[in-house]
Structures are given as structure tokens and as C-alpha cells.
């Protein structure tokens, strides 16, 4: 038996024909599938020049290698495609139910080309595949439009839908695909691409079991996995989140990272549990990026803290194959809704100076029914609320709406704008690089991002990882390809001979410059990355490490295979670096996906927990590229390392087959 099916699913909307494609298992030896399989598909598959929101871009849905099988923490999916923010490699990952219903179809990816001359959605089982008229859909919002499909149904099983609401239909690129109601494939405007190909929804419901080479022994693996996930803090206060983030400011030292103590807080609160620690410790950025804790002291943020949050929580939400249960269905209201994430709430509370929490209920919900990505939609408000102290934006041109600081209402209105792009949201909708492009007089300053998408709000200034990452990734701006902290509690180095094992303590001030340790992590980490992405696994069970996450033991019992876990890293390799000549291949440069200057220090802040620092990025991009085995000076991967990692220049899925 095998972890994956061995086939993928053609669909063009263009001339409504429909067809598969086998797959040799050489191919999932070299790639596995998730993100591998994306890469391999999409590298030859989208011309180079290929327009993103043009019938030539394809749009890819794939899960995991190891989701349907006996592991833990594997029910991401990923939606794939050329991004219409960036110019450059796009992927979007979400959680929910959407991955295995893939392979319940019978599927390792769903891949889509062309456009319809009129809306549709495709309906999928194990044994039909039909593309269906979607003009009553067309004009509902996500949380509506699954509603609809589950009522409309006529097959037993309930189906599971990933869909667009207004901000697809409208073209926004900064739109993403919902899903269950209110999670969010949310990044590299993948759902305008949906939008653009006239598809409103996609909706499962096969039946077909996933294999697995030694299911007892993936068993006893996942037992085991689930004690250490399972394990917990008592009596932890909602004050211990925000103590422990002042108390790691304060120390004149850093201290290398246990994942275990992230997992027990995200156990109880979920990453709410971020929302006081991360803006005590420095990790989040305040006032578009150029304010401090200062600017947001803890009587503030206390609007915020974890326990008014979870006050709203009526059960937690468990993804597929999740032990963990960190998000939650909250009653707000008069209605269910999904707890805002920690990126969300400090977008409309931190990076505005609002304390308004049902605010930020509100306007969760709805950028979740309007299918707009939260990161970046609060990036771009802020980036409009200075334009408009600045005076780069005038009541003239909001239509009277006075955008500022604290005024959560006028944020909230100016959202509505932006997800119909009527008025002043026409010029926002696409987030902030091109909305600077657009205002000029020096309003790119004020614009923060990597390569045109709007960066996550974990700071560089106190985790340069997070900097570095973002413009090396292949799909920039990305805050879960990387940071140190991660490496922290990967622990690759307890299973993989030659990666450096960080000290316990460290001076805080030799993060900020290159050497050749945060090199070696910092490689390893997209690797590892790549290879989690593959496999489908979630990045918050990666917290426990990999001496208690068996994801390489999983590997090997699920495919019958044998291999190391450095042989495993080295295909997460072959994966960052496809995904990097697909880039270069569409003639993006990799020089211009630099993170924006004020995210990293330049010119330093004044205050705060970051006060006078600033990272030297050009000297950590060259030495990354250099290690990983790209060019120090373009970040082209070189002939040596593309013929190492077998990735010739020609038809990659025809070589495997």
C-alpha cells in the first residue's frame, strides 16, 4: 500500500475538458508530493512571461504525502500558482479538511488552467468530475457560498469546499481562498487567480482510502508523538504570556528556544496567546512598522490579552489529524466565527494603536467572508493611515473618510471599500507596494514588503531569520518559511550528522550580522521547510522537535522506503531550489525581493525593545545563497547544484516517468 495515489487531476476551463495524469512512484521518491509535487508540475507546466491572471497560469491544489495516513499534524494543503502580488512563485497553506478530501478523490493534486466564460465550480468525487454553473453563487460571500454547496449536495457525504468571496471576484490581489468557514489560504493573492479564472468554488466528496506501507507501525509512531502533544501547563495565568515576553526583552542575553513551551501555550489560547508576549518581547511590529512597544505599553494591549480573547471561545477547532486544537469557534454576536489569529488581531489592534477587540472580531469575520488576506490587508491600512498623516492621502481622495491612528471603525469602513475597490479601496486593494507605486512623493517609505507582498508581523529587528527569509524565499514576505527561532525548535541537529547545535545562551547583538552558523540554520530551515510542506505536515507540530515529531520515521513506515534523514533534507532542498528556477524561469530577479528597509532597521528605531538595531541583510542574502548552492551575487541555483539535485533544464515529470 501506498501513502499516495499515483495520479493528478487536469481541469481546463477554457474548452470544460477534463483528464488525469499517472504519476511513477520515482517521481514521489524525488519530490514526495505537497509542495514537491506542485513545484515539479508547475516549473515546465506555466510559460515563462505566463500572465498570473491570464488563461496560461495554473492554479494547483495539493495535500501532503502523509495526509490520510496514521500520522499527526499532517492536514495542510497548499494552493499553488504563478502570484499575481509578486510576479513569482505562489503558495497559499491552509488547514481544515480540504487536504484529505483530496486524496479521497483520489488525487495527489488538482490542477486547473485556462478560463471559464462564466462562472462555475467544480464538483469532484472519487469517480465524477464536473464543472457546474456558479451564477447564483457568483456575488456570495465564502461562509455563504459553502453553505450553499453543502445545501445543494446531492451526494451523501457533505462536501468540502475551497472557495472566493468578493475581494477574488474583484480582482484584489491581495485575496485568498476559504475554506470550513473562515481558514484562509490566504497569501500570494491566489484567489485572485481563482477570481480571474471565473471559479468560484471547488467542492470534494470522495470516498477512496489513503494506504500506507506499515500502518502499525505509523501507529505506534503517532502514540507516541501524542503524549509529548498532549502535554500541558497547569494554572498558567493570562499574565504569563506578556511576563515571559517582557522578562526575554529585558535579559541581556538570548536563550535558545524550546517549541514545547510555544505548543503548551497554543494549547490553551491558541496563537492568541502571542498577542501581549510578542509586543512585550519585540517581535511585534507597532504603528506600520515604525512605532514600539512604547507606542503600545501593556495597559494597551491588555485589550488584547489571550483570556478576553478565549472569553468568546465556545469549543476548539481541530484541523484534520491535529491533537492540538489551536484554533476555536467563538460566539460573537449572534454568530460562529473563528478566532482571530495573532497576525490578525495585531493588524487591526498594534499596527493601527486600536484597543477596540470587538473590532477586531468584526472585522476578522469579514475579511473571512470576503476572502481577503488578513496580513496584508493590515499592512495596507496602516501603510494609508501614515500616507494620510503624512498627507500623501487627502479627504478628497478617501471620499471624507478621516483614517486615524485608534479609529477602528474607520478602518473598518475602509475595508469595505477596499473589497468592492470602490473609491479610495481601488487603490489599496492590491496592498501597499503598488499603492506606493501609484501615490509617489516618497510613499514608498512607508511601504513594507518583500518582492510586492506585505511581510507577516514578526519582527526582524528582534529575529533576523524572519528578514532573511522572507527575501530569499522563493514566495516572499512569508513568515512560516523561516526564521532562527525556528531552528530552535526543529532540533534538526539531534538526527542529522554536521548541523550546528546553537549554544543555550547568546549575545543578542550577534544576530544582526552574517556568520557561518546562521547560514547553516538558516539553509537548513528552508530545507526542512520544504520538506514538512511536502509531507503536509503543520508548522506548529514541528515545535516539538524532531526527536518527539517522527516526521522522517513516518516517511519510511507510510512508503516502505529506507532513508536518512539528511537524504530527507536534501529532498526539501531539490524543492526550495525548483521552486527557485521557476522563478528565474518566469524572469523574476531575485535581487528585488529584498525585505522594504524600515522592517530591518534602516534607519534604526529610537525606542523600544528594538531601539539601534538593524540587520545587515545584503551579507546574510549572499551567504545564503552561496550555502544553499545558488550564485551569492544573482541567487540563480548554479549548473553544479541543479545537476547534483537531478534537475536538468527539461520536462522534469517526463524524466521521472
Excluded at 513545484?39 to 510559460?47: G, K, N
Excluded at 495554473?58 to 499534524?73: A, N, Q, Y
Excluded at 485575496?175 to 471559479?199: E, Y
Aim: charged share 20%; glycine share 10%.
Amino acid at each position: 500500500m501506498k501513502p499516495y495515489t499515483g495520479k493528478i487531476l487536469w481541469v481546463n476551463l477554457t474548452d470544460g475538458s477534463f483528464h488525469e495524469e499517472a504519476l511513477p512512484d520515482s517521481f514521489y521518491e524525488h519530490f514526495l508530493a505537497g509542495m514537491g509535487l506542485a513545484a515539479a508540475i508547475l516549473y515546465r507546466r506555466i510559460p515563462p512571461g505566463a500572465d498570473p491572471l491570464g488563461p496560461d497560469n495554473i492554479l494547483g491544489f495539493v495535500p501532503g504525502l502523509l495526509t490520510g495516513t496514521p500520522s499527526l499534524f499532517t492536514g495542510r494543503w497548499t494552493a499553488v500558482g504563478k502570484s499575481p502580488l509578486t510576479g513569482a512563485w505562489g503558495d497559499a497553506n491552509c488547514g481544515g479538511t480540504f487536504a484529505p478530501a483530496i486524496k479521497q478523490c483520489g488525487y495527489d493534486g488538482i490542477f486547473i488552467r485556462g478560463i471559464s466564460p462564466k462562472p462555475v465550480y467544480l464538483s469532484i468525487t472519487h469517480h465524477s468530475v464536473e464543472i457546474c454553473d456558479a451564477a447564483h453563487l457568483w456575488g456570495l460571500d465564502a461562509i455563504a457560498t459553502e453553505q450553499r454547496l453543502w445545501a445543494e449536495a446531492s451526494q451523501p457525504k457533505k462536501p468540502s469546499v475551497a472557495c472566493i468571496g468578493p475581494a477574488g471576484e474583484n480582482r484584489s490581489l491581495i485575496a485568498g481562498i476559504c475554506h470550513d468557514q473562515g481558514r484562509l489560504a490566504a497569501r500570494a493573492g491566489l484567489g485572485t487567480v481563482m477570481g480571474s479564472k471565473n471559479l468560484k468554488a471547488v467542492a470534494l466528496a470522495g470516498t477512496r482510502r489513503t494506504g500506507c506501507a506499515r500502518p502499525d507501525e505509523m501507529k505506534a509512531l503517532s502514540s507516541q508523538c501524542n503524549r509529548y502533544a498532549q502535554l500541558d501547563i497547569p494554572a498558567m495565568p493570562a499574565s504569563f504570556p506578556r511576563l515571559l515576553g517582557a522578562a526575554m526583552r529585558k535579559l541581556p542575553f538570548a536563550i535558545r528556544m524550546d517549541g514545547m513551551l510555544i505548543m503548551a501555550l497554543f494549547r490553551k489560547w491558541g496563537t492568541a496567546s502571542l498577542n501581549q508576549g510578542s509586543v512585550e518581547w519585540g517581535d511585534s511590529p507597532i504603528k506600520n512598522w515604525a512605532g514600539s512597544d512604547r507606542d503600545f505599553p501593556a495597559r494597551q494591549s491588555d485589550a488584547i490579552n489571550p483570556d478576553r480573547v478565549l472569553a468568546y471561545e465556545q469549543r476548539k477547532y481541530h484541523c484534520y489529524a491535529c491533537p492540538l486544537g489551536c484554533g476555536g469557534i467563538c460566539s460573537f454576536e449572534g454568530m460562529e466565527t473563528h478566532k482571530p489569529e495573532y497576525e490578525t488581531t495585531l493588524a487591526f489592534s498594534g499596527m493601527i494603536l486600536s484597543t477596540d477587540l470587538k473590532a477586531v472580531f468584526a472585522i476578522n469575520e469579514k475579511l473571512n467572508r470576503a476572502g481577503m488576506d488578513s496580513i496584508s490587508a493590515g499592512n495596507t491600512v496602516a501603510f494609508a493611515i501614515e500616507a494620510y498623516e503624512k498627507g500623501l492621502l487627502t479627504p478628497e481622495m478617501t471620499g471624507g473618510l478621516e483614517l486615524k491612528w485608534g479609529d477602528a471603525q474607520a478602518v473598518d469602513a475602509l475595508l469595505d471599500r477596499m473589497i468592492a475597490r470602490d473609491g479610495i479601496g481601488d487603490l489599496l486593494a492590491d496592498g501597499v507596494k503598488r499603492a506606493a507605486q501609484r501615490l509617489g512623493n516618497g510613499a514608498e517609505n512607508l511601504a513594507v514588503h518583500a518582492g510586492g507582498q506585505e511581510i507577516a508581523f514578526h519582527d526582524p529587528r528582534q529575529d533576523p531569520g524572519f528578514g532573511l527569509h522572507s527575501s530569499v524565499e522563493p514566495s516572499p514576505g512569508k513568515h512560516t518559511t523561516g526564521a532562527f527561532v525556528y531552528y530552535d525548535t526543529f532540533k534538526l541537529w539531534r538526527k542529522i550528522p554536521g548541523l550546528p547545535k546553537p549554544p543555550l545562551i547568546s549575545s543578542k547583538d550577534g544576530r544582526y550580522h552574517s556568520d557561518p552558523l546562521k547560514t547553516a540554520k538558516a539553509v537548513a530551515t528552508s530545507n526542512f521547510t520544504q520538506l514538512y510542506n511536502a509531507a503536509g505536515l503543520c508548522l506548529f507540530g514541528t515545535y516539538l522537535g524532531v526527536e518527539r515529531l517522527p516526521l522522517f520515521e513516518w516517511l519510511n513506515a507510510a512508503t516502505g522506503w529506507n532513508r536518512t534523514p539528511a537524504e530527507y533534507l536534501e529532498i526539501g532542498r531539490r524543492i526550495q531550489t525548483l521552486r527557485q528556477m521557476f522563478n528565474i524561469r518566469q524572469g523574476v530577479d531575485p535581487r528585488k525581493m529584498r525585505l522594504s528597509p524600515r522592517a530591518i532597521g534602516l534607519p534604526p528605531l529610537q525606542r523600544g525593545a528594538n531601539r539601534g538595531r538593524s540587520v545587515e541583510l545584503d551579507g546574510m542574502i549572499h551567504d545564503y545563497w552561496d550555502a544553499i548552492g545558488w550564485h551569492p551575487e544573482t541567487g540563480i541555483p548554479t549548473p553544479e547544484t541543479i545537476a547534483a539535485l537531478d534537475l536538468h533544464d527539461e520536462d522534469i515529470v517526463s524524466r521521472y516517468g
